[in-house]
């Protein structure tokens, strides 16, 4: 391709994701050693799964000790299950942002109230699952 031009042609530039990949003058095409891949969004949606997985064991954990201090009875199942559900549906959230919007605002956006609204809505249903005990 390079031999057909002369200085002054107009040529297009083929960018994914501010990564150029090719050069285009009409029929003609050269590759770049830049490859568009999916490394970034697998990296982001890696990232946030971890970062939220990460959150819930974290407030787990502290859960778990001041449960412990203060001598309460053991956990109910559903105090358990909801919450980890809640989890992983934030995560889904987050993962499918990652992959199908190319801003990383909306991502952020997204994953945010995707967590807020699991987590609120297991708050809730906690609430409503662990009522008074009758044994």
Not at 128 to 133: A, E, K, S, V, Y
Request: with cysteine.
């Amino acid at each position: 391709m390079w031999e057909t031009l002369t200085p002054g042609d107009r040529v297009t530039a083929l960018a994914w994701r501010d990564r150029l990949w090719g050069l285009e003058k009409g029929e003609l095409r050269q590759d770049t050693t830049e490859k568009p891949g999916r490394a970034s969004t697998a990296q982001l949606a890696a990232g946030l799964a971890l970062l939220i997985i990460g959150a819930v064991f974290l407030r787990g954990s502290g859960w778990l000790h001041r449960r412990r201090a203060i001598g309460a009875p053991p956990a109910r199942t559903s105090q358990i299950l909801v919450p980890m559900t809640a989890a992983f549906i934030a995560v889904g959230v987050a993962v499918t942002a990652a992959v199908a919007t190319d801003r990383l605002w909306l991502v952020l956006l997204t994953t945010a109230a995707g967590c807020a609204a699991a987590w609120t809505a297991s708050v809730l249903l906690v609430r409503r699952l662990g009522g008074p005990r009758t044994s």
